[in-house]
């Protein structure tokens, strides 16, 4: 994680933002003391584009209490 001044943060803020992809999450201080941190925001998948790995888990009109539909979907997310 790296770590810079606010006023160095003022001064290059928009390359610092592009690199947050290759350096991660940066925390931003003033006299000396974390006050900001900047991260990348992660797409998540709606769960209309997830998909399960089988049919059987719609075709069946009650699951039975084995069956863990949301961690099918969940794991077939791409």
Known sequence: MKTVTLPEAQRHLTEL???LA???DLVITDADKPIAKLSLLSTRPSLKDLQ???V???LRPFPSA???L????L???P
């Open 75 to 77: 794991e077939s997310k």
């Open 52 to 54: 399960p790995k089988s």
């Open 22 to 24: 290759l350096d991660g």
């Open 17 to 19: 933002v592009r690199n």
């Open 56 to 58: 059987g888990a719609i």
């Open 70 to 73: 949301l961690g099918e979907m």
């Open 66 to 68: 084995d069956d863990d």
